[in-house]
């Protein structure tokens, strides 16, 4: 089996126990960030990780990507000479739209030579990170907008199960692009509060930063109660930027995680879902769950309390959801007051307390790349 050994996250959160706190107790903290529109300013909430340049100081990626790899391994005990025979997959939505503003001001000033000649992108990033750690392997990046950390996981899986490596450690990285928030503020899908997912208020989705990773391994190498039990990731074609309205193809994608896991609908104990409070994709997504499960099981998201992490949060809502069910529960969803009329169930408005089952983790990207995949903790650690 695919055993999952352990996780490491920052976050607007905080760190340790601070995470579970806010998380039992349902509290959160906005911050706000301004952006350039039409030659004026205009001031979003935003999920900060940290007061940092943000993706286009390579020095802060890196020591971020270290702070977070560097931890999990002295969280597990390991050293780097432990994790042979290791792959690296790294997803973000955001690692070359860095780029964006240094080659507009080279444009701008004709001043080409102030432009850092380094290779930059994903690919960079994840061989230096294997060089500074002196991990010896692959490394693979992904990009495929919300679900890039998410696919990056599922690949990781598949090539454990494959025998072609014996760890892998999968990171997702969302940091401060200034492309990014004014891309999605110029097409309008940014609340100008809060993210309310599935209320009937919902005005649009809260971006946020997180930098996460999570090591992977088998039972027979490094045991563990956490499971990779099965996946899919699968693109619609209804629309150049989200899914089919009538959530055929969500559906289509949890129902064949769940056939990958061998599993029926009614194993399930809790759904993490997607979750961006944008109005069709809560509605999209609402129809493929009733359509996949003849009794919905109880369904939360995480985003309201760090941000829409896009590329990065497949990995990052991961270890959080790991660490409040290691903790004893599941969180509620909190900003919700008003049940949609389109909605049948409401998310979960308390604390359910889990401390093992099969849980399903949803991530739905903007192009219509779908995914979805299950975990389950055991009672108790197989080996």
């Given amino acids: 089996m695919i055993s999952i050994v352990g996780g490491k996250l920052l976050c607007a959160l905080g760190q340790g126990s601070q995470k579970i706190q806010a998380l039992r107790a349902g509290k959160a903290t ?19 990780l940290a007061d940092t340049p943000g993706l286009a100081d390579t020095s802060t990626v890196n020591a971020t990507l270290d702070r977070v790899v560097g931890g999990l391994l002295q969280k597990l005990g390991l050293e780097p000479s432990d994790l042979t025979n290791i792959g690296i997959f790294l997803g973000s939505s955001s690692i070359d739209y860095s780029l964006a503003r240094p080659i507009e001001q080279a444009t701008i000033s004709a001043a080409a ?9 994903g690919g960079n990033i994840a061989d230096s990170l294997m060089e500074r750690f002196g991990f010896q392997g692959l490394s693979l990046t992904y ?8 696919n990056a996981l599922m690949d990781a899986a598949a090539m454990l199960a494959g025998d072609i490596i014996d760890h892998a450690l ?11 928030i004014e891309g999605f503020a110029l097409m309008q899908l940014l609340s100008p509060d809060m993210p309310r997912p599935f209320d009937q208020n919902r005005n ?4 946020g930063e997180a930098v996460s990773g ?17 996946g899919k990731s699968s693109c619609e074609t209804y629309s150049v930027t989200g899914p089919d309205p009538s959530g055929g193809g969500i559906s289509r994608v949890m129902a064949d995680a769940l056939a990958d896991a061998d599993l029926p609908p ?5 759904i993490k879902a997607h979750g961006t409070a944008s109005d069709s ?33 497949g990995v990052a809502e991961l270890v959080l959801m790991i660490e409040s069910i290691n903790a004893g529960f599941i969180p509620a969803t909190i900003n919700f007051t008003t049940l949609d009329r389109e909605i049948s169930t409401a998310p979960l408005q308390e604390v359910m307390p889990v401390t093992a089952g099969c849980f399903m983790l949803n991530y739905f990207g903007f192009g219509g790349n779908n995914t979805s995949f299950i975990i389950e903790k055991t009672a108790r650690m197989t080996s």
Wanted: net charge neutral; aromatic share 10%.
């Fill in 170 to 180: 999968v990171l997702g990285l969302e940091l401060f692009s200034p492309t990014t």
């Fill in 266 to 270: 009614g194993a399930i104990t809790a």
């Fill in 113 to 121: 030579s102030s432009c850092q000649r380094a290779r930059v992108g």
């Fill in 143 to 150: 990009g495929t907008a919300c679900t890039s950390s998410a």
């Fill in 204 to 207: 649009g989705m809260v971006l």
């Fill in 30 to 48: 906005i911050g706000s960030m301004a952006v350039r529109l039409n030659d004026r300013q205009v001031i979003y909430p935003y999920y900060s």
């Fill in 281 to 313: 994709m809560d509605l999209a997504e609402m129809r493929g769950m009733t359509l996949t499960f003849p009794e919905l099981p109880p369904y939360f998201s995480l985003k309201p309390y760090i941000g829409h992490t896009l590329g990065g949060c």
């Fill in 214 to 230: 999570v090591l992977l391994s088998r039972d027979d190498i490094r045991p563990s109660p956490w499971h990779y039990l099965g």
